[in-house]
């Protein structure tokens, strides 16, 4: 009896594990694709704006790919660009920098994006941000990545 079950048991397991090969049927229909595209943006300047009191360098490009279409149905992200990484923004970083004066400046930079149909704006704000501007504490040149997705 034993042993009929362990033949049982083989010839069962054989029956599940061996796949079994027919004719292949015919090709579904094509599925909904993703669309994607990139555009690489460069900062050079910075312009600046204390808009009710709010300071903040900003730069502002036209995105001619971001169409009403995708800010509707897509997906927009957007990447700062460094030193052969991306990150995605928002980014908080944690700087220093030497004044003209020779004092240390501690402070927290905010680097963000928005955006509409057919623009991207990218805005970099300091904590601590003194509301006459100083030129020494601009934002240096920076590069983005605009990634949008959409169906």
Same mark, same amino acid.
């Given at each position: 009896m034993n042993?009929?079950?362990k033949v049982?048991? !083989?010839?069962? !397991?054989a029956l599940f594990l061996c796949a079994c090969e027919g004719k292949q049927g015919p090709q579904g +229909?094509?599925?909904?694709g993703t669309n994607w595209?990139? @555009?690489?943006?460069? @900062?050079?300047?910075?312009d600046y704006t204390n808009y009710t009191d709010n300071n903040f360098y900003y730069a502002k490009f036209d995105v001619p790919a971001l169409t009403s279409y995708v800010y509707a149905n897509g997906n927009v992200q957007v990447y700062f660009l460094d030193n052969n990484k991306q990150e995605q923004l928002p980014v908080v970083l944690h700087q220093y920098d030497v004044l003209q004066d020779q004092s240390i400046y501690l402070f927290t930079r905010t680097i963000n994006a928005t955006f509409g149909i057919g623009w991207v704006q990218v805005e970099?704000?300091?904590s601590d941000f003194q509301y006459e501007v100083d030129p020494s504490l !601009? +934002?240096?040149a920076a590069s983005f990545r605009v990634v949008l997705t959409y169906l």
């Amino acid at each position: 009896m034993n042993d009929m079950k362990k033949v049982l048991f !083989a010839i069962l !397991a054989a029956l599940f594990l061996c796949a079994c090969e027919g004719k292949q049927g015919p090709q579904g +229909p094509q599925g909904v694709g993703t669309n994607w595209k990139i @555009v690489d943006l460069n @900062v050079d300047y910075w312009d600046y704006t204390n808009y009710t009191d709010n300071n903040f360098y900003y730069a502002k490009f036209d995105v001619p790919a971001l169409t009403s279409y995708v800010y509707a149905n897509g997906n927009v992200q957007v990447y700062f660009l460094d030193n052969n990484k991306q990150e995605q923004l928002p980014v908080v970083l944690h700087q220093y920098d030497v004044l003209q004066d020779q004092s240390i400046y501690l402070f927290t930079r905010t680097i963000n994006a928005t955006f509409g149909i057919g623009w991207v704006q990218v805005e970099v704000r300091d904590s601590d941000f003194q509301y006459e501007v100083d030129p020494s504490l !601009a +934002p240096k040149a920076a590069s983005f990545r605009v990634v949008l997705t959409y169906l």
